[in-house]
């Protein structure tokens, strides 16, 4: 069984920055990537950002290409969200996810509780 926590969410003025982390617990690498995705109210979940854990290749939706950046800690069983230049559109609850690279929701088989997001203008 895997445990993901995230953290390192909170309130962030427009064009701010944010790193957010995402802690594994279990045995993360029984799937090959970790994704991270935001829901806003009212909305679907939207895909953000994935990496994969061997290579590192990752993957950005078009909305946050050039302005987040996805790492990983393989040491740490830890994966980053870096967030430059937020926008309050960005506004959501930002969750990890372990799975496979996808920009579907249902390619990841566990999530965290997530961390709320919040960009004012």
């Known amino acids: 069984q895997v445990s993901l926590v995230e953290s390192g969410g909170g309130l962030v003025k427009a064009g701010g920055s944010l790193r957010l982390s995402c802690a594994a617990s279990?045995?993360?690498?029984?799937?090959?990537?970790m994704g991270w995705f935001r829901q806003a109210p009212g909305k679907e979940r939207e895909f953000v950002a994935a990496?994969?854990?061997?290579?590192?290749?990752?993957y950005y939706a078009d909305s946050v290409k050039g302005r987040f950046t996805i790492s990983r800690d393989n040491a740490k069983n830890t994966v980053y969200l870096q967030m430059n230049s937020l926008k309050p559109e960005g506004t959501a609850v930002y969750y990890c996810?372990?799975?496979?690279?996808?920009?579907?929701?249902?390619?990841?088989?566990?999530w965290g509780q997530g961390t709320q997001v919040t960009v004012s203008s």
């Open positions: 990496i994969t854990w061997n290579a590192g290749n990752t």
């Open positions: 279990g045995r993360p690498f029984s799937k090959p990537a």
């Open positions: 996810a372990l799975g496979f690279p996808s920009v579907m929701a249902t390619a990841y088989d566990y």
